[in-house]
């Protein structure tokens, strides 16, 4: 596609629900990065992709949390039982792998959490 | 710990005045760093980056300059318009040959006409 694709744009959960967030990179790009975003702050890394194999995780909050990315394209972020503090702007970032490279941003998934 | 701080949280100036905003870093050695350019409701927007045996990098009306013995950037728009107004992030890797990015806190700028 023309850019990183983030679905769904919103999301509303009751507290305790689990959540699917999906990103879709651009066509070739090996690289994939997730972020957490709260409301005037800077983003946060969560974890990174290299095609399938999920190179760093440190990011990730809690065992709540989990990503997947089985074929190397579409990334799927998982959030289990989901809690107020869960509530934020969930980025998706992708580049071509080849380092020292700029990050292509889609517009995020905003995540409340009631 | 491992920090990325930008000088403040917003930063007003009048059309047509350069704008510089700063990024400091501890406990980081960065072979880059970026800096992206967010506009409400959307993901960042990428800008310009600058490798570390650079001092100074220039894209029309940005400059970015890296001092890694001060574990600072600055990043300076000349002649700013009203639509520069957004939040500027700057980002870096942790390490030499480590790609994922960290980001700073952000500075949200405001051009007044």
């Known amino acids: 596609g023309a850019g990183v694709s983030q679905s769904p744009r919103y999301k509303v959960a009751k507290r305790g629900q689990d959540v699917a967030l999906r990103c879709d990179p651009i066509?070739?790009?090996?690289?994939l990065f997730w972020y957490q975003q709260a409301l005037g702050q800077g983003p946060e890394f969560l974890t990174y992709?290299?095609?399938?194999?999920?190179?760093?995780k440190s990011g990730l909050p809690s065992d709540r949390f989990f990503a997947e990315r089985p074929e190397g394209s579409v990334s799927t972020l998982k959030i289990q039982r989901t809690q107020q503090e869960d509530s934020a702007v969930y980025l998706c970032?992708?580049?071509?792998?080849?380092?020292?490279?700029?990050?292509?941003f889609g517009s995020g998934t905003q995540l409340s959490v009631l | 710990s491992q920090k990325i701080e930008q000088n403040s949280e917003a930063l007003n100036i009048q059309e047509g005045k350069t704008a510089t905003l700063t990024c400091n870093y501890t406990?980081?050695?960065?072979?880059?760093l970026q800096w992206y350019r967010q506009d409400p409701g959307r993901g960042p927007v990428f800008l310009l980056l600058?490798?570390?045996?650079?001092k100074e990098k220039r894209k029309e009306r940005l400059k970015v300059t890296f001092d890694t013995t001060l574990k600072q950037s600055l990043f300076h728009i000349t002649a700013s318009q009203p639509a520069d107004s957004a939040t500027y992030l700057c980002?870096?890797?942790?390490?030499?040959?480590?790609?994922?990015?960290?980001f700073g806190t952000g500075t949200r700028l405001t051009v007044i006409p």
């Open positions: 970032a992708s580049s071509l792998g080849q380092g020292e490279e700029k990050l292509f």
């Open positions: 066509s070739g790009h090996v690289s």
């Open positions: 992709f290299q095609n399938e194999a999920q190179l760093d």
């Open positions: 406990n980081y050695s960065p072979a880059y």
């Open positions: 600058i490798r570390e045996n650079e």
């Open positions: 980002a870096l890797s942790r390490e030499t040959g480590a790609n994922n990015l960290f």
